[in-house]
């Protein structure tokens, strides 16, 4: 396993041997500090440039937007485990998703609502496919499933509340760093809907947001999903 | 507080010197690392003056998008301010750190099917004739960067250099190679060990 850490800290691994890794990680100390060597090397190979003004306001914008919100910092802790906070979500009114795209997820362009269902239904039984139910008070108000290609389809049931038009669903991808990302805006009453998504993926979580969707949340989350 | 970066001149310092540079670097660093533990969104700024420059660099190789490369700055940074506490001193520099994100956040962009279409309709796929690594490496600060550079072969920096600046993984880089993949790991691993023996515990 020691080989193949130079190849993860260049993120060059995909597949199984990524997924063997780092669950190798998890329990090898001697990988883990030599990983973090080799990511010191990669990291000396990139030239320090200037950085921008206007990205520094857009990010401190997003930052002020995000505390103005009432944001809840995790507890630091650098192994910890990637659920610990996220399994809380449901109960914590304050706590932070950011994201790097907000999009809104593709609708029938091509596929109806039932081709849609049946597109899912077809991937969700493809190798290397992940799925899973959105669960609130036990009941299933969403379905999402996730082909190995990237294909990834979200399937509401009649159970997921309207919203008011003001306000709209916004599906994350939590990857395997604990990274929480937009994958897309649902609109207010959401129907059967695709996104793409390519890497490593540990869980979904499905919030409410102000119409048009957030680059980060300040965490009014209906589900998380973790169990595939 | 501002951070000083270790200059290529610095690094031209004894190792003691060089030693003294990393630790005081390090010092502030945690300095500023607590600032932002603190809210104090000054202490963020001065990280940001301090490598986002380099995160951007780092995310418009990987990505050939200014756009997507601008997302990935403003997530890497947002992401920190939420939750530094997943920075640990004692792995690495904060500038490894906010490096790694960057790289995993650039490729996982452009492994997704959207970027890929909008990279190749940018930017040619690299190949062989693509003298890719080259100009990389001459843009390589240090002096100590570019000597760890030149111990590697061709093939090595060819390999590394796909990699982890246009974001493939090791099959993708023997396709682009032809190459059989076990040629190209075993450079990518030399080439990383050769990096590393230099590079794996001094700031640029």
Redesign the interface.
């Known amino acids: 396993m020691l080989d193949l850490a130079p190849l993860y800290a260049l993120d060059a691994l995909e597949g199984p041997e990524l997924a063997g890794f780092e669950a190798h990680l998890a329990t090898c100390g001697e990988c883990l500090s030599i990983l973090d060597v080799y990511r010191g090397a990669a990291a000396n190979l990139v030239h320090d440039a200037t950085a921008s003004e206007d990205t520094w306001a857009q990010i401190s914008a997003a930052i002020s937007d995000n505390d103005a919100g009432g944001v809840a910092m995790p507890a630091p802790s650098r192994r910890s485990d990637p659920w610990r906070w996220v399994a809380g979500l449901a109960a914590a009114a304050a706590l932070l998703l950011a994201g790097v795209l907000v999009t809104q997820l593709t609708r029938g362009s091509q596929l109806t609502d039932r081709g849609i269902v049946a597109s899912a239904a077809r991937a969700a039984d493809e190798p290397g496919a992940i799925s899973g139910d959105f669960l609130v008070d036990d009941m299933t108000v969403a379905q999402v499933v996730l082909a190995s290609d990237g294909r990834g389809f979200v399937i509401p049931t009649e159970d997921l509340a309207t919203l008011d038009p003001a306000r709209t669903y916004q599906l994350w991808v939590i990857n395997d760093t604990e990274d929480v990302i937009s994958a897309g805006v649902l609109g207010p009453d959401p129907e059967p809907a695709t996104f793409t998504w390519a890497g490593a993926v540990s869980g979904f979580a499905l919030t409410r947001e102000s119409a048009g969707g957030v680059v980060s949340s300040a965490g009014d989350v209906v589900a998380v999903l973790t169990d595939f | 507080m501002a951070l000083t970066?270790v200059s290529a001149d610095d690094i031209r310092l004894s190792p003691r010197g060089i030693q003294a540079l990393v630790t005081d670097q390090r010092s502030d660093e945690a300095h500023l690392v607590q600032g932002v533990?603190d809210?104090d969104?000054a202490a963020?700024?001065s990280i940001?003056?301090?490598?986002?420059?380099?995160v951007?660099?780092?995310a418009r190789r990987v990505l050939s998008d200014s756009t997507l490369a601008?997302?990935?700055?403003?997530?890497v940074?947002?992401?920190f301010?939420?939750?530094?506490?997943?920075?640990?001193a004692t792995?690495?520099?904060l500038?490894?750190y906010l490096?790694?994100?960057a790289?995993?956040?650039a490729?996982?962009?452009v492994?997704?099917?959207?970027a890929r279409t909008r990279r190749e309709e940018n930017t040619p796929p690299p190949g062989p004739g693509l003298d890719l690594e080259s100009e990389?490496w001459q843009?390589?600060?240090?002096e100590i960067?570019r000597n760890?550079?030149a111990q590697l072969g061709e093939d090595e920096r060819r390999a590394?250099s796909l990699?982890?600046f246009s974001?493939?993984?090791?099959?993708e880089?023997a396709k682009t190679l032809e190459e059989p993949e076990g040629t190209v790991?075993s450079r990518?691993?030399s080439?990383?060990?050769k990096?590393?023996d230099?590079?794996?515990?001094?700031?640029?």
């Not at chain 2, 301010?81 to 640990?88: A, H, I, L, V, Y």
């Open positions: 970066l533990v809210r969104e963020l700024e940001y003056r301090a490598y986002g420059g380099a951007k660099s780092l601008e997302d990935v700055v403003q997530d940074f947002v992401t301010w939420n939750s530094p506490g997943k920075f640990d792995r690495g520099s500038r490894t490096l790694t994100i790289h995993r956040r490729v996982d962009v492994r997704s099917e959207v990389i843009r390589s600060q240090s960067v760890a550079v590394i990699a982890y974001g493939m993984t090791y099959v880089v790991k990518i691993r080439g990383m060990r990096l590393s230099v590079l794996g515990e001094v700031a640029p």
